[in-house]
């Protein structure tokens, strides 16, 4: 494969690793440093907000992008390496020898690689959930919160935020067909209706606290990298309260332009 075309497809690749707390690509975060594609040799180095951000969070993103980049064909050889982190050298040599989550930390490692991904992606429905619902008790203001339990996923409109539901419930095996209650829990079982407020509450802080965050890294990032601003990709929580985005949360998540920097790929 060319080096333009492997180039090309190893961006691909690394806008499907996302960040697992803020639930957002890290390509769109402006996390990926640099990337370099030349004779099915793969290069990535990525950076981070700060130096002590969660190193189970780090290992996440840079195990997730190795693996992104070594499915794909005409990869030889796929390096990641996490710049300035203070976990680095840890990291970068236990993805160097496929040492997995276990293998990299040993007894720090307090659980499994897999329990720690299954409870962002239970954090990640529950504010993918919220965003949904909220747009739509927005977009119906006759419809009362305690009737969201009569909701299916059929009636929501066919939105950015439907589609992130969408994924969020199938990356959980949760039903996603269009005759299944929209409102559920992390089980995928109907929320009763009098718990549903306290429900929707408990799902609008979950959203809150991802949106807020990811404002927060955001500029972080761009201040310890002022470089960094170009790679981010705009994200309508940026331009105000996060909290007041619920309605085009998705644009948090999906956006349409992206800004690289153009020595990013060589």
Known sequence: MWAAQLGAAARAALDTVYDPE?????????????????????TVHLRLPTSFCSPNFAYLMASDAKDALSALPGAREV????????DSDLINGGLA????????????????????R???????????????????????????????GDVLLGDLPDTAATRALLRRRAALGLGT?????????????????????LRLRFARSVR??????AH?????????????????APRSCDGGNPVDAAE?????EETTTRTRNAGQIA
Request: aromatic fraction near 4%; proline fraction near 7%; hydrophobic fraction near 35%.
């Open 177 to 197: 067909a269009p005759t299944d209650p929209a409102l559920v829990d992390d089980e995928g079982r109907p929320v009763p209706a009098g718990e549903i407020p």
């Open 208 to 213: 809150i606290s991802v949106d807020g965050n």
């Open 79 to 86: 390096t990641v390496l996490l710049d300035d982190h203070h």
């Open 248 to 252: 085009d949360g998705p644009a948090c």
């Open 118 to 148: 299954d409870v962002f992606r239970r954090k990640a429905h529950t504010a993918a959930m919220e965003r949904a619902l909220t747009a739509l008790l927005r977009a119906r203001p006759g419809l009362a919160e305690e009737r969201l």
């Open 216 to 232: 927060f890294c955001r500029g972080l990032l761009r201040t310890r990298y002022p470089d960094s601003a170009a790679d981010q």
């Open 22 to 42: 803020l639930d957002e690509p890290i390509t769109d975060l402006g996390f990926v440093r640099s990337l370099t594609a030349d004779d099915g040799r793969i």
């Open 97 to 116: 020898a496929d040492a997995g989550y276990r293998g990299t930390f040993g007894h720090e490692a307090e659980r499994d690689l897999e329990d720690l």
